[in-house]
């Protein structure tokens, strides 16, 4: 069944579709198919990062569909960031421009801060590191500066859905909301899945979700979103599944010497 893709509205009146495809994780050889799945399935999102090491097969699949004719540029919202490494405000031009080269695009429709602390840019490494394996954090680094430099929009939340995992020696927490009761029964009652439930709920607090696969019927499954509603009382009951800063799977997993940045953010409640 085919419903109408809802977006949400920047200050400036752009829109940003509610869904999109996340592609960290997605690995070379793969990531091309996933991303050509779910522009078939009717996706108009598209979440990288320079980071992720995927841009280049991304924009190969995204000029076959250009070529094609079966999609303009400005059909579809592509989204990437300024990699760790790049935060400050003489890398963004830099960075930004190896985005775009790889993605084959004359121009991406937001241009995120990765991460609000940086790394050194010491040898293109988007996290360098010492002879001790410690992380090469960059403390100087100036936000004001760099959103001058990115224009980056506000008020928009993108949120990653479904809780992937890394290897616990990377110690990011490890969540399992789709096999949490109160979600498979919400979901038994409404005849969906977990994940579907799980992105209806953020969808319907208008925030943009962007869940990751590289199995097409997953991919199709996550889109498959649109033609059913959560009751106010699921979304009561979802919500309170909020575990708060337990519930965040970054905190020093990528290196507890981030801790120390001055712009460190995750200290705080949000
Ligand atoms: N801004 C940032 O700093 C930041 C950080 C992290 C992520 N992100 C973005 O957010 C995206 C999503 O986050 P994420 O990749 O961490 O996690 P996620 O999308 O919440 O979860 C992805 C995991 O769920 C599985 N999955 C996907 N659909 C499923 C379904 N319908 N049923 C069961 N399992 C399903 C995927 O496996 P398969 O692939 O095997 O299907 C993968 O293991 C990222 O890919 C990235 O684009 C941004």
């Not at 940003?16 to 050509?36: H, Y």
């Not at 954090?137 to 008020?155: A, E």
């Not at 490890?174 to 096999?179: C, G």
Request: glycine share 6%; proline share 6%.
């Amino acid at each position: 069944m085919t419903h109408k893709l809802e977006h949400v509205t920047f200050f400036n009146g752009h829109k940003m579709p509610i869904v999109g495809l996340g592609t960290w994780q997605s690995p070379n050889g793969e990531v091309g198919q996933a991303v050509d799945a779910a522009l078939e399935a009717g996706y108009r999102h598209i979440d990288t990062a320079y980071a992720y090491g995927n841009e280049a097969e991304i924009g190969q699949t995204l000029k076959k569909w250009f070529d094609s004719g079966r999609l303009k540029r400005e059909d579809v919202f592509i989204v990437t960031k300024l990699p760790f490494n790049g935060n400050r405000a003489e890398s963004v031009e830099k960075y930004l421009k190896k985005s775009l080269e790889a993605l084959q695009l004359e121009y991406v429709d937001l241009y995120l801060i990765h991460h609000p602390v940086g790394h050194l840019d010491v040898d293109g490494s988007v996290f360098p590191r010492d002879q001790d394996g410690k992380l090469l954090i960059d403390m100087n680094t100036d936000h004001i500066s760099l959103w001058k430099k990115c224009c980056t929009k506000k008020n928009v939340w993108q949120l990653f859905p479904l809780a992937s995992s890394l290897s616990s020696a990377r110690r990011i927490v490890q969540l399992s909301p789709m096999s949490d009761p109160v979600v498979v029964d919400i979901a038994q009652r409404h005849g969906k899945t977990p994940a579907q439930v799980l992105l209806r709920h953020l969808m319907q607090h208008r925030i943009v979700v962007i869940p990751k696969s590289v199995k097409p019927e997953r991919i199709q499954q996550n889109f498959d979103v649109f033609d059913f509603e959560l009751t106010p009382e699921d979304m009561e009951k979802l919500d309170t599944l909020d575990m708060g800063p337990k519930g965040r799977m970054f905190g020093d997993s990528i290196g507890p010497e981030r801790l120390r940045h001055p712009e460190y953010p995750f200290k705080e409640r949000y």
